[in-house]
């Protein structure tokens, strides 16, 4: 067996880099501001993880034996880190959006169905090239926990961010060019591709 460092190198050099990827928040509709807070989301969520998800055990015990068998499965929360701008936009949208859950002084929703507060999410991991390449959706999304901002006299150079932990029912996964596309014309393709530093034709 040849231990070959080019083979290696051959075979790694297309590994998927964790820095290359975009996640959005689909919010409601009657959510103020959650048009806004979606297409912020996509420059603003600076760090999330691919989803996980376990499959449960059941074990039958046989003659002193446990035959395991594959049990239900369920899903862990999705967390984000997001950057705060001085407008709030994500911020903002996202404390609405938890408040028509439960108002904070009125403890009632506002959404007019019991399941209306619960949209859609993705995270799509891109290629170095810039394209698409896997894409997670996040089923019946919601806020179920949205962290505090520290604030201190004494922070310098720092721009603000806060967690929030997403619950959804479940997730789809589609490779490919089925995520948030990067158009070189438009302006989103610009600024995504200027962040990756990739070359730019507008033709």
């Given at each position: 067996m040849a231990f070959k460092v080019t083979d290696f190198i051959n075979e790694a050099q297309d590994g998927a880099r964790p820095s290359?990827?975009?996640?959005?928040?689909?919010?409601?509709?009657?959510?103020?501001?959650?048009?806004?807070?979606?297409?912020?989301?996509?420059?603003?969520?600076?760090?999330?993880?691919i989803p996980a998800s376990t499959l449960g055990m059941i074990e039958l015990p046989f003659m002193g034996r446990k035959i395991k068998l594959a049990g239900d499965r369920t899903f862990e929360d999705w967390s984000t880190t997001i950057i705060n701008d001085e407008?709030?936009?994500?911020?903002?949208?996202?404390?609405?959006?938890?408040?028509?859950?439960?108002?904070?002084?009125?403890?009632?929703?506002?959404?007019?169905?019991?399941?209306?507060?619960?949209?859609?999410?993705?995270?799509?991991?891109?290629?170095?090239?810039?394209?698409?390449?896997?894409?997670?959706?996040?089923?019946?999304?919601?806020?179920?926990?949205?962290?505090?901002?520290?604030?201190?006299?004494?922070?310098?150079s720092t721009i603000e961010e806060f967690e929030c932990t997403w619950t959804y029912d479940y997730y789809t996964v589609k490779p490919g060019d089925d995520g948030i596309q990067i158009e070189a014309g438009s302006e989103i393709g610009l600024s995504i591709r200027s962040a990756l530093g990739l070359s730019v034709t507008v033709g």
């Open positions: 290359l990827f975009l996640a959005q928040i689909n919010f409601p509709v009657s959510v103020p501001g959650g048009i806004e807070a979606r297409d912020r989301s996509r420059f603003l969520i600076k760090s999330t993880s407008k709030f936009s994500v911020r903002a949208a996202i404390e609405a959006w938890s408040d028509s859950i439960n108002g904070l002084q009125s403890n009632t929703p506002t959404f007019s169905q019991s399941i209306g507060y619960r949209t859609t999410g993705q995270v799509v991991q891109y290629s170095a090239r810039g394209n698409p390449i896997r894409t997670y959706t996040f089923h019946n999304i919601w806020p179920s926990a949205l962290a505090a901002i520290e604030l201190a006299w004494e922070t310098e």
